[in-house]
């Protein structure tokens, strides 16, 4: 089973590096970085504050949008442990592994762009607690509905937010993690998903964005994060 | 590699997207936005594709307007594309409920947007699909096509865009053409989220691209009836609409 295990860890580190090649993140994170950090700036490690304070709310900065990558990156730190744990507890077969493989291998690469484009402003990962649903295949399936439709909807509701300039990166993002919505929704509920649009792959007209406080409800209430 | 420019035109019905290009590159629109109406868009499937007030949509850029603009000639493709598909009757099972969902969503972002538009709302363009809504193979194969095309457009124009209210509403579309891409390829059995990061394209990438599909039918040029021939490809469209 060990053997099994390091094979799995080797894939998904040549598919992370792949799939970073392919996007080009690091020369794009370098760009965002700038962006965000503002080059020279500010000191490695030090507060990211450049003249005043932004204090209206909606006020675009670059601290802002530190604030914004950041919390983006804690789901992302969320959803990626996730399927890291899902794939390594060895419950799930057939296209929900093909899923979980995927996606995870996506998320990690999400993980890297952000923490890439943050540099040292980048949030540390907190320690989670999935509470069993990685070990059983239908509350993986049923998680990762949650966890997809989320990542969307907090996306769409942090995007204005940030400057057109940090945008890029965020749409970039969004449309993937709506394709895995799509996907996993598909594999819970084809062919006929019980009648109910409510269970389609793409189930509205439009997706609707959520507050990032409406997002943190929504994760605290999983009890996934430990602190 | 076929002329761009060349293409473009010998496709672009009416103006419509020579109209749309333009826009773009900075032809004058001055005051029409006070003849559009543009005021809170009206509702739709139960939701509001834009929220304007009266007083945003005075301030709203040439540039947005292009935009929308160009949104909405992709959505009136999608629409007009699925709803023959409808007609045409050839798919059954989970291909003909994606097409009915997707039919239905596409027609009510055309409505949206030219809601929202008004009287700056490009016409719609006339279509020929060329067959390929008369079978499961060729409807899927260009399903996709259409559905990462339109991610990638909405993507490209995404940081493009002046207003917040129109960038919110480009966004909670551009999710719902992933969440198409990714049934679609699912259905086909294809890789429904092929890489970790989707890559935006131009407008003029997108134009180009649709072109080549040469679905956008030439706009009819005035010429005196004699003798009744057709100076068309040969091929008969199934649908004018």
């Given at each position: 089973?060990?053997?099994?295990?390091?094979?799995?860890?080797?894939?998904?580190?040549?598919?992370?590096?792949?799939?970073?090649?392919?996007?080009?993140?690091?020369?794009?994170?370098?760009?965002?970085?700038?962006?965000?950090?503002?080059?020279?700036?500010?000191?490695?490690?030090?507060?990211?504050?450049?003249?005043?304070?932004?204090?209206?709310?909606?006020?675009?900065?670059?601290?802002?949008?530190?604030?914004?990558?950041?919390?983006?990156?804690?789901?992302e730190y969320l959803e990626s442990e996730f399927y890291v744990e899902a794939v390594d507890r060895g419950a799930l077969s057939g296209e929900t592994l093909e899923f979980a493989r995927v996606v995870r291998d996506h998320e990690l690469a999400h993980v890297?762009?952000?923490?890439?484009?943050?540099?040292?402003?980048?949030?540390?990962?907190?320690?989670?607690?999935?509470?069993?649903?990685?070990?059983?295949?239908?509350?993986?399936?049923?998680?990762?509905?949650?966890?997809?439709d989320t990542g969307v909807q907090a996306y769409l509701g942090q995007a204005p937010r940030l400057r057109r300039q940090t945008l890029p990166a965020a749409v970039s993002i969004v449309s993937v993690e709506a394709r895995h919505a799509s996907w996993i929704r598909r594999i819970v509920g084809k062919p006929d998903y019980d009648g109910r649009a409510a269970n389609y792959p793409a189930p509205a007209v439009l997706d609707s964005p959520l507050t990032r406080s409406q997002v943190e409800s929504r994760v605290q209430s999983t009890g996934f994060i430990q602190g | 590699m076929t002329n761009e420019t060349l293409t473009l035109e010998a496709v672009d019905v009416d103006g419509a997207i020579r109209e749309t290009a333009e826009a773009v590159a900075g032809d004058t629109r001055a005051g029409f936005l006070a003849k559009a109406g543009l005021l809170s868009g009206g509702a739709f499937g139960g939701s509001t594709l834009l929220a304007f007030t009266a007083e945003a949509a005075q301030a709203q850029s040439r540039s947005d307007v292009a935009i929308l603009n160009f949104a909405l000639t992709l959505e009136y493709l999608e629409a007009?594309?699925?709803?023959?598909?409808?007609?045409?009757?050839?798919?059954?099972?989970?291909?003909?409920?994606?097409?009915?969902v997707v039919a239905a969503h596409e027609r009510a972002h055309v409505r949206g947007l030219r809601s929202a538009l008004g009287s700056a709302a490009v016409k719609r363009p006339r279509f020929d699909f060329r067959g390929t809504t008369e079978s499961a193979s060729a409807f899927t194969s260009t399903a996709i096509a259409l559905e990462d095309t339109g991610v990638q457009a909405y993507s490209g124009q995404a940081p493009r865009i002046k207003s917040d209210a129109v960038l919110v509403s480009?966004?909670?579309?551009?999710?719902?053409?992933?969440?198409?891409?990714?049934?679609?390829?699912?259905?086909?059995?294809?890789?429904?989220?092929?890489?970790?990061?989707?890559?935006?394209?131009?407008?003029?990438q997108v134009l180009a691209a649709v072109a080549e599909t040469r679905f956008i039918r030439p706009a009819r040029r005035r010429r005196r009836r004699q003798g009744g021939s057709n100076t068309g490809s040969g091929t008969s469209p199934r649908f004018t609409g």
């Open positions: 089973m060990s053997d099994v295990i390091s094979v799995e860890l080797l894939d998904s580190r040549t598919a992370v590096s792949e799939a970073l090649d392919e996007s080009r993140a690091s020369t794009r994170a370098d760009f965002f970085r700038k962006a965000i950090v503002g080059g020279g700036a500010f000191a490695a490690g030090g507060v990211l504050i450049a003249g005043l304070p932004s204090i209206a709310l909606g006020q675009k900065s670059a601290s802002q949008d530190q604030e914004i990558l950041n919390f983006a990156l804690l789901l890297e762009f952000l923490r890439s484009a943050l540099g040292n402003n980048a949030r540390s990962k907190p320690q989670f607690d999935f509470k069993g649903t990685t070990s059983d295949a239908g509350m993986f399936r049923a998680t990762s509905v949650v966890l997809e | 007009a594309f699925y709803t023959e598909a409808e007609e045409m009757g050839a798919l059954d099972g989970e291909l003909a409920l994606f097409n009915q480009a966004g909670r579309i551009l999710t719902v053409e992933a969440r198409h891409a990714a049934w679609i390829r699912d259905i086909a059995g294809q890789d429904p989220a092929p890489r970790a990061f989707d890559r935006p394209l131009t407008m003029r």
